[in-house]
């Protein structure tokens, strides 16, 4: 059976280093030793170098350490976290990895609704065969919870998180878990967004979470939409109107174009681009958009059926996020009271 | 991190050009359907769900969550939230920091504050979460009737024993 050490040795190097900009000498250093499992948190002032033993000895259940440095201001205290640590016999370690499909590395990681995600985790320390082990040896929590976009994707419009799924974990070792789609809750992917939150949970008195071991979290974007505009309802021009596409939540790593190519529509036909009408998404968040072209009538001047096509690569691939099939005749006569189509 | 950049190709010069497979981009009633599978990753992975859902309790980057201050005439001091077990006449507890008088490490409270404060020291079974002894309890007893704010200690240091607190409650 492991044993828990009576007390250990304590060391800080905290000043300047974490207060750079700050007048060292405006602020003391608190350490506290909180019991994990339901018993006292002692405190007391330290120097901001040093070493000392904890307060107590380190119980069965564990210590949490705080390292606090405080100072008076006008009007009030100011208080800064500067360091946290866990001490205990049985307090497991563990690691948790979101890995998607977009090599975006700037930030939280993130993908799409529809494309799900790996979830990564390993755990150590646990002593699943010992039978003299306490429970909070034998098992961590994992705890799922998701916050969904109120309006907008910036971080403000983030709701509270609300719990998707718990679970334990009863065995040392790296395994993975797989989330096709997305949890993200709602009925509409091309609105539906949010963060998917992973925590690894110590319980160090084998039933309250409150020991965190990692975290991993995942931005999930809804799916990208686009719409043709300037046709009126017509499928036959002497000469191609000016057009429009109004693109929605496009993709943060993605580039958006139109082609086209002669014929009815057949998904996977390579077309010619529409050269000025490519947009480059590299952001945080989706965006919008709107792709204008009043000279496509000098680029397909030939009468037949085509079709045009939205694609957008992304790190999931090329997509065609819509498509309409139009008939050019140069030759177009129209009589009669079809004010629209009166062109001789 | 970037800001927003919508790039038109033509002003970088680049026009996409389509190397791999163009696929249908995914419908709504498609998503929808393959969203009902939620937690099956975890029931595929033979992971437990525990038996009742785990309370979590996160920690905090707020020092007032776990702290107090006790104010007197001199100035004040922060101590552990629930290490003072009676207020006296003297001194006041409050969860912010006056505007105004100085802080002050716990010696120098103690000190300038002694005659309005009663120390009551315990154990390190009690801290630990042992049973609060008869003895402890009257000492706190004590200390209210007596006008005088009453804190624990341990190694003349304050500190709580969440113990104390629920069983005065009681």
Same mark, same amino acid.
């Given at each position: 059976?492991?044993?828990?050490?009576?007390?250990?040795?304590?060391?800080?190097?905290?000043?300047?280093?974490?207060?750079?900009?700050?007048?060292?000498?405006?602020? =003391?250093?608190?350490?506290?030793?909180?019991?994990?499992?339901?018993?006292?948190?002692?405190?007391?002032?330290?120097?901001?170098?040093?070493?000392?033993?904890?307060?107590?000895?380190?119980?069965?259940?564990?210590?949490?350490? !705080?390292?606090?440095?405080?100072?008076?201001?006008?009007?009030?205290?100011?208080?800064?976290?500067? #360091?946290?640590?866990?001490?205990?016999?049985?307090?497991?370690?563990?690691?948790?990895?979101?890995?998607?499909?977009?090599?975006?590395?700037?930030?939280?990681?993130?993908?799409?609704?529809?494309?799900?995600?790996?979830?990564?985790?390993?755990?150590?320390?646990?002593?699943?065969?010992?039978?003299?082990?306490?429970?909070?040896?034998?098992?961590?929590?994992?705890?799922?919870?998701?916050?969904?976009?109120?309006?907008?994707?910036?971080?403000?419009?983030?709701?509270?998180?609300? =719990?998707?799924?718990?679970?334990?974990?009863?065995?040392?070792?790296?395994? !993975?878990?797989?989330?096709?789609?997305?949890?993200?809750?709602?009925?509409?992917?091309?609105?539906?967004?949010?963060?998917?939150?992973?925590?690894?949970?110590?319980?160090?008195?084998?039933?309250?979470?409150?020991?965190?071991?990692?975290?991993?979290?995942?931005?999930?974007?809804?799916?990208?939409?686009?719409?043709?505009?300037?046709?009126?309802?017509? #499928?036959?021009?002497?000469?191609?109107?000016?057009?429009?596409?109004?693109?929605?939540?496009?993709?943060?790593?993605?580039?958006?174009?139109?082609?086209?190519?002669?014929?009815?529509?057949?998904?996977?036909?390579?077309?010619?681009?529409?050269?000025? =009408?490519?947009?480059?998404?590299?952001?945080?968040?989706?965006?919008?958009?709107?792709?204008?072209?009043?000279?496509?009538?000098?680029?397909?001047?030939?009468?037949?059926?085509?079709?045009?096509?939205?694609?957008?690569?992304?790190?999931?691939?090329? !997509?065609?996020?819509?498509?309409?099939?139009?008939?050019?005749?140069?030759?177009?006569?129209?009589?009669?009271?079809?004010?629209?189509?009166?062109?001789? | 991190?970037?800001? =927003?950049?919508?790039?038109?190709?033509?002003?970088?010069?680049?026009?996409?050009?389509?190397?791999?497979?163009?696929?249908?981009?995914?419908?709504?009633?498609?998503?929808?359907?393959?969203?009902?599978?939620?937690?099956?990753?975890?029931?595929?992975?033979?992971?437990?769900?525990?038996?009742?859902?785990?309370?979590?309790?996160?920690?905090?980057?707020?020092?007032?969550?776990?702290?107090?201050?006790?104010?007197?005439?001199?100035?004040?001091?922060?101590?552990?939230?629930?290490?003072?077990?009676?207020?006296?006449?003297?001194?006041?507890?409050?969860?912010?920091?006056?505007?105004?008088?100085?802080?002050?490490?716990?010696?120098?409270?103690?000190?300038?504050?002694?005659?309005?404060?009663?120390?009551?020291?315990?154990?390190?079974?009690?801290?630990?979460?042992?049973?609060?002894?008869?003895?402890?309890?009257?000492?706190?007893?004590?200390?209210?009737?007596?006008?005088?704010?009453?804190?624990?200690?341990?190694?003349?240091?304050?500190?709580?024993?969440?113990?104390?607190?629920?069983?005065?409650?009681?």
């Amino acid at each position: 059976m492991k044993t828990a050490p009576s007390a250990i040795f304590l060391s800080a190097l905290i000043l300047p280093a974490a207060l750079a900009d700050d007048d060292a000498d405006d602020w =003391s250093v608190l350490l506290k030793q909180r019991h994990l499992v339901a018993a006292g948190t002692y405190q007391d002032y330290v120097d901001h170098e040093g070493s000392r033993m904890s307060f107590a000895p380190i119980p069965e259940g564990g210590s949490e350490f !705080e390292l606090w440095a405080i100072r008076q201001i006008p009007g009030g205290l100011e208080s800064r976290l500067l #360091d946290t640590e866990n001490v205990g016999a049985y307090l497991p370690t563990g690691t948790l990895e979101v890995i998607t499909m977009d090599p975006y590395d700037e930030g939280t990681p993130r993908t799409r609704i529809d494309q799900g995600f790996q979830v990564i985790y390993s755990v150590d320390g646990l002593l699943p065969s010992d039978p003299d082990a306490p429970l909070a040896a034998r098992q961590v929590l994992l705890d799922h919870n998701i916050a969904t976009y109120t309006a907008g994707y910036e971080d403000d419009n983030l709701g509270p998180e609300a =719990s998707f799924h718990q679970t334990l974990i009863m065995k040392n070792g790296r395994d !993975e878990l797989v989330f096709i789609p997305s949890n993200i809750p709602g009925s509409d992917p091309y609105t539906d967004a949010g963060v998917e939150v992973f925590r690894l949970y110590a319980l160090p008195d084998g039933e309250i979470a409150q020991l965190q071991l990692a975290e991993a979290k995942v931005n999930v974007w809804p799916l990208s939409e686009a719409s043709f505009g300037g046709l009126d309802g017509k #499928d036959t021009f002497r000469t191609v109107p000016e057009i429009t596409v109004n693109l929605k939540n496009l993709y943060p790593n993605s580039t958006t174009w139109v082609q086209y190519y002669p014929g009815s529509e057949k998904l996977g036909t390579k077309g010619t681009t529409l050269s000025d =009408s490519a947009i480059v998404v590299k952001d945080r968040v989706p965006r919008d958009s709107v792709l204008k072209f009043d000279r496509i009538g000098e680029t397909i001047t030939e009468s037949g059926v085509y079709t045009l096509e939205v694609l957008t690569e992304t790190p999931f691939g090329i !997509e065609r996020l819509e498509y309409t099939t139009i008939t050019v005749q140069k030759d177009l006569v129209v009589r009669g009271s079809v004010n629209s189509l009166t062109e001789e | 991190m970037k800001s =927003s950049a919508l790039i038109p190709l033509a002003v970088l010069g680049l026009v996409p050009t389509v190397a791999a497979e163009i696929k249908a981009a995914p419908s709504a009633e498609e998503v929808n359907a393959r969203r009902q599978t939620g937690t099956t990753a975890y029931h595929r992975a033979g992971l437990k769900v525990p038996a009742k859902k785990v309370e979590v309790r996160l920690q905090s980057a707020d020092l007032m969550d776990t702290t107090r201050i006790l104010v007197g005439p001199n100035g004040y001091t922060l101590v552990p939230a629930d290490s003072v077990v009676a207020t006296g006449r003297l001194l006041t507890l409050a969860k912010e920091a006056p505007a105004s008088g100085k802080l002050m490490r716990w010696e120098e409270f103690i000190r300038v504050h002694r005659a309005g404060l009663r120390m009551i020291t315990v154990s390190d079974e009690a801290l630990a979460g042992g049973e609060v002894t008869k003895g402890l309890k009257n000492a706190v007893s004590a200390a209210e009737r007596s006008g005088l704010t009453a804190i624990t200690v341990y190694n003349n240091n304050p500190v709580s024993v969440p113990k104390l607190i629920s069983s005065s409650k009681s």
